[in-house]
Structure formats: C-alpha cells, structure tokens
T-cell receptor, first 114, second 114 residues
Framework: GDSVTQMEGPVTLSEEACLTI???????????LFWYVQYPGEGLQLLLK?????DKGSNKGFEATYRKETTSFHLEKGSVQVSDSAVYFC?????????????FGKGTKLSVKP | SQTIHQWPATLVQPVGSPLSLECTVE??????LYWYRQAAGRGLQLLFY??????ISSEVPQNLSASRPQDRQFILSSKKLLLSDSGFYLC?????????????FGPGTRLTVT
C-alpha cells in the first residue's frame, strides 16, 4: 500500500543553519504531497504542498520539490529560526477509495537553538 | 471562512470510564471528517473518517467508536477507556466531493487515562 518514510529525529540545529528533512514515498498513481507542521501543544498546520511532478511548494522560507523520479519530497530551509522548532510531518494523499485519506510519515522533531 | 473546534482541550479520565470528544466545523457544508490519534513518540494514526451524516469508516479496530449525528459534527466515544487510549486526538476536515486533498486540523484534545 501507499506509505511515507521520513528521516528519524530529533534534529537539533543552531539558528541560521540549513535544514533538510528527507521524505520519500511509495504510491500507486499520482499522489499529492504535503508538509504539515505541529508547534508544541497545537494541532497540525499545512506548511506547503505540491500536486504534480516537478511542482515546488514554498511557504515561510521552506521549500520542497515533488520529485517523481526519486519519489521524494524533501523539506529544505536555508536559515532556520528558533520559532521553527516544531514537529514536521510529510504526507501524501490519493483519491482512490479509502486510500484517499492522508497518509503521514512518523514526524521529525526539529529543535533550533539560539 | 472555515473554522474547526474541538473540546475539551484537555481531559484526565480513569481507566474504565466513558469518553466523549466533540468536533464541529463551521463555514462549510458536507465536509469529510476525520479523527486521528497521536500517541507519545509516535506518528499520526487515522482512527475514523466520515463522508456524510451517519457514514463512518473505521481504520483501526479498537474500543473507540465515532458518530456523525449532524453534517458538521463528529464525535469520538468509548464506553470504557484503557490506559493505551492516552494520547493527543486530532479532528480534521476536508472539502467534500470525494476523499483526498488537503485536510484542515483542529487544535486537538490531550487525553490522559490514569
């Protein structure tokens, strides 16, 4: 079945460091891909998304490119801030039957130190 | 604009007691509705989803149940809580007309079973 694999955390970085969180997926067909962010004690918020191959999603300085050839959707940011500390979830969705629901990776906790 | 509410925000319940968590959505009609659980140190697990009033699909067999008595109301229940039911419960909605696509999450309910 469809699945998402993202890098294990936690990830600890200093402020202004570069961030990459790897995400790869397995899916039949053409899924839409998402990154969600969960700040401490809160629900999930959509960070960015891409709906077809080679699309680049971007928001708040974060970017991710839908790579069909490598089945990847890695999250990147050139300079992280303390306020970026959160758990990041990669997810995909298809529209086939019950698999039209979101399928999440396990999440990667990011801590940014001043 | 659309908003999603969950209550209570936090709950402490003894083992064997009943549970009722409520989720309501405003500003949209015929949404798809979802219940997720996030256990400590683990990813998001889809528990139930609903595409319409009275229509509930269960993803994981367990002692929880869900109901959708109104178009924009989704309730998660249990007759007897287990210790393993502790976790962070998230409700989400997505636009109707089929499953798939972006989901919008509520603020969550932190449940501790003692």
């Amino acid at each position: 079945g469809d699945s998402v694999t993202q890098m294990e955390g936690p990830v600890t970085l200093s402020e202004e460091a570069c961030l990459t969180i790897n995400c790869t997926y397995t899916a039949t067909g053409y899924p839409s891909l998402f990154w969600y962010v969960q700040y401490p004690g809160e629900g999930l918020q959509l960070l960015l998304k891409a709906t077809k191959a080679d699309d680049k999603g971007s928001n708040k300085g974060f970017e991710a490119t839908y790579r069909k050839e490598t089945t990847s959707f890695h999250l990147e940011k050139g300079s992280v801030q303390v306020s970026d500390s959160a758990v990041y979830f990669c997810a995909l969705t298809t529209t086939r039957g019950s698999q039209g629901n979101l399928i999440f990776g396990k999440g990667t906790k990011l801590s940014v130190k001043p | 604009s659309q908003t999603i509410h969950q209550w209570p925000a936090t709950l402490v319940q003894p083992v064997g007691s009943p549970l009722s968590l409520e989720c309501t959505v405003e500003g949209t009609s015929n949404p798809n509705l979802y219940w997720y659980r996030q256990a400590a140190g683990r990813g998001l697990q889809l528990l139930f989803y609903s595409v319409g009033i009275g229509q509930i699909s269960s993803e994981v067999p367990q002692n929880l149940s869900a109901s959708r008595p109104q178009d924009r109301q989704f309730i998660l229940s249990s007759k007897k809580l287990l210790l393993s039911d502790s976790g962070f419960y998230l409700c989400a909605w997505s636009p109707g007309a089929g499953l798939g696509g972006q989901q919008y999450f509520g603020p969550g309910t932190r449940l501790t079973v003692t």
